[in-house]
């Protein structure tokens, strides 16, 4: 069965690096989505993708975040400068279609620790 | 605003025994409903999801959920547990006129007990 992957699984950083998280998503699937959960806390939408645009964002997702498909297999969440709360785990999920009853499928997550 | 409720943070069952972990949910238009489960160290898996039509639906490893507009429920139901269902479960809500954004509970970790 097809399933969306991430890379890496785990990232220490020092606060104010730049981190790019990466996912592979399910290969006939067009919208690509991030979504992050600090530790105790809710999953929390970030932001979704189509056709090399963002399509939706939430407040969360500050100029610090960027998004990108830079090939035709990889979708990337940029951090560009760190902080000590974007300590979390990053989930990247993937669906065919856009419809609000579509399933997205999650990948395993990247847990990023900012020291 | 879209919300979602899990109002147990834990729920403990005997193997064996059925299993309910509850969801109420709060959402303007038609609500789309799901439930996730997440493994240590894994993703998110899909179990199950409304959409439309019948109240019971059922998903993956037996599971099911019974939808309840007049109570605004989704509770997530199995008649025997296992101890592999030891897990966090996630309900999920998405809204007509919310976009493609999930909003999620909180989460309710399963403990089934040998």
């Known amino acids: 069965e097809p399933e969306v992957t991430q890379t890496p699984s785990h990232q220490v950083t020092q606060m104010g690096q730049e981190v790019i998280l990466r996912c592979v998503p399910i290969?006939?699937?067009?919208?690509f989505y991030w979504y992050r959960q600090i530790l105790g806390q809710k999953v929390e939408f970030l932001v979704s993708?189509?056709?090399?645009?963002?399509?939706?964002k939430s407040e969360i997702f500050d100029d610090q975040f960027s998004v990108e498909r830079p090939d035709g297999s990889n979708f990337t969440l940029k951090i560009r400068s760190t902080k000590l709360e974007d300590s979390a785990m990053y989930f990247c999920?993937?669906?065919?279609?856009?419809?609000?009853?579509?399933?997205?499928?999650f990948g395993p997550g990247t847990r990023l620790l900012v020291l | 605003a879209q919300s979602v409720a899990q109002p147990e943070d834990q729920v403990n069952v005997a193997e064996g025994n059925p299993l309910t972990v509850k969801c109420t949910y709060s959402?303007?238009?038609?609500?789309?409903l799901f439930w996730y489960v997440q493994y240590p160290n894994r993703g998110l898996q899909f179990l199950l999801k409304?959409?439309?039509?019948?109240?019971l639906v059922k998903g993956s490893y037996g599971f099911e959920a019974e939808f309840n507009k007049s109570q605004t429920s989704f509770h997530l139901k199995k008649p025997s547990a296992l101890v592999s269902d030891s897990a966090l479960y996630f309900c999920?809500?998405?809204?007509?006129?919310?976009?493609?954004?999930?909003?999620f509970g909180p989460g309710t970790r399963l403990s089934v007990l040998p």
């Open positions: 999920a993937s669906s065919e279609e856009r419809e609000v009853w579509e399933t997205q499928y």
């Open positions: 959402v303007s238009g038609n609500p789309y």
């Open positions: 993708f189509y056709n090399n645009e963002i399509s939706e």
């Open positions: 999920a809500v998405r809204g007509d006129n919310y976009g493609q954004n999930f909003v």
């Open positions: 290969s006939n699937h067009l919208y």
């Open positions: 409304y959409i439309t039509g019948d109240n």
